[in-house]
């Protein structure tokens, strides 16, 4: 993954930038995972991200449920880093704190994945939702964007030996030639209009250089000539059609690259006739930056709708799907009644070792390290005592433990893939998500009427 800009930020600025990176993991549910032993039972215990001397490490994706190569901040650096980060949720987190590194560096934002460019839309929404922010749309400079991508492209070529490590950006620029590129930047819903005329004109072009009686070299000069005019701000009595549909192409790199397709030349061999007027004349037409529209949280990320009880606050509430609505309903009935029994554990700190280490070993489930800590600082707290008596309940149910037991037809193996998690998925999961509800105290306290 990728940014590209060169401002330093002031000490206010990282500051504000620091406390958003911590607010934007908590929202897409990157956590950090622990392992710890105690009373001689090992234990996998997530952490909310926090920030330290060093910086945020992160290496799990709640909403995914699973692990990941070490991702977060460097402090010292002053940058977001990441290792592999697959294709779903993870990812979707790491590049939208990429786009928000991008916006604090200034200089056109540019977020790719093995050659994938991320278009900010969504990314910008979601993170002006989170943060309480404004930020402008930040691909209103594509052909900068595009140079970018060439001068990589350059530079990797120089190399002798190509064992550098190359980012997605430099990749597609090696791989993909000019046209392909243009087209990529182009899709873009806002620049439709554009793509209509960038068509308009390659047809325009291949039907000039069917008729035209001009030898060849000739009518690349005049079509270059226009250009020249065009972006000077002259009008040309040549090619009139041709140049109306290139005035409203709005790259004029992108009218550069039709004419070297059509006639089989070197891109940037023709660019250089025409560079210093064009790019004076892009300067004057870039569309005017914007806000974008909101994101919720639920929108941005598509996963299922119960694991947001990780993450779900006050202050940007998720709507919740009537089926989890239900699941608190019934987890609530629970706790009423055990309240009204009057649980008490008589080692509780124990007993919450015990149950947890069970969780993790037959079901892989993880505790979170802030209720841990909750619990051995309020041993006596009653009310937590009833919510891990319910957890209790849950992880040694006789159906469960069935499930969890269940092999796949023709499997021996303990630690095949489908043994481990297809059987009790949904029961892993529902346990899972009842630990994040203990851990989340605002919600908590909305289920469970449980202020701390």
């Not at 900010?120 to 943060?131: F, Q, S, V």
């Not at 009057?342 to 037959?362: E, M, N, S």
Request: hydrophobic share 35%; aromatic share 14%.
């Amino acid at each position: 993954m990728t940014t590209y800009g060169h401002h330093e930020m002031t000490d206010d600025e990282k500051k504000t930038f620091e406390e958003q990176i911590v607010k934007v993991m908590h929202a897409a549910g990157l956590m950090s995972e622990r392992y710890t032993e105690m009373f001689g039972k090992k234990l996998w215990l997530l952490a909310d991200p926090k920030i330290d001397e060093h910086g945020i490490d992160v290496t799990y994706s709640y909403y995914e449920q699973a692990g990941w190569e070490n991702a977060g901040y460097s402090k010292n650096e002053n940058r977001i880093c990441s290792g592999k980060v697959g294709d779903m949720w993870f990812r979707r987190a790491m590049c939208a704190l990429y786009y928000l590194q991008g916006i604090y560096q200034g200089g056109p934002v540019n977020v790719d994945v093995n050659g994938y460019l991320e278009y900010e839309r969504p990314y910008i929404g979601w993170l002006n939702y989170i943060l309480d922010t404004r930020f402008p749309r930040q691909d209103n400079d594509l052909w900068k964007k595009y140079e970018i991508g060439q001068n990589l492209r350059a530079n990797w070529a120089a190399m002798d030996d190509g064992t550098s490590g190359l980012s997605g950006l430099e990749v597609y620029a090696v791989t993909h030639d000019n046209l392909q590129f243009i087209s990529h930047l182009l899709q873009n819903d806002e620049f439709e209009d554009y793509i209509r005329h960038y068509l308009e004109l390659k047809f325009s072009l291949i039907k000039y250089k069917e008729n035209s009686t001009r030898p060849v070299n000739e009518q690349i000069d005049a079509l270059m000539n226009v250009l020249h005019k065009l972006y000077h701000g002259e009008e040309s009595e040549d090619l009139q059609d041709i140049q109306e549909h290139a005035r409203l192409c709005y790259m004029p790199a992108a009218v550069v690259q039709l004419i070297a397709d059509v006639y089989q030349r070197n891109f940037w061999g023709l660019w250089k006739r025409i560079k210093l007027v064009a790019n004076a004349y892009r300067e004057t037409i870039i569309p005017v930056s914007r806000s974008r529209p909101l994101v919720k949280t639920e929108d941005f990320f598509r996963c299922n709708n119960a694991l947001f009880v990780a993450t779900w606050s006050k202050d940007k509430p998720v709507i919740f799907t009537d089926e989890t609505k239900m699941w608190f309903e019934e987890i609530r009935g629970r706790y009423d009644k055990l309240t009204d029994e009057g649980v008490q554990l008589d080692k509780p700190v124990r007993f919450l070792i015990d149950t947890l280490a069970d969780a993790c070993k037959f079901y892989r489930v993880k505790g979170f390290k802030q209720f841990v800590e909750e619990t051995i600082d309020y041993p006596d707290d009653n009310r937590l005592h009833v919510l891990w008596k319910m957890f209790e309940e849950m992880v040694h149910d006789p159906h469960n433990i069935e499930l969890n037991n269940w092999k796949v037809p023709g499997t021996n193996f303990d630690d095949d893939f489908l043994n481990q998690w297809y059987p009790c998925y949904p029961i892993r999961e529902k346990l899972q998500n009842f630990m994040a509800l203990c851990a989340n105290t605002e919600l908590r306290e909305v289920v469970f009427d449980f202020s701390k």
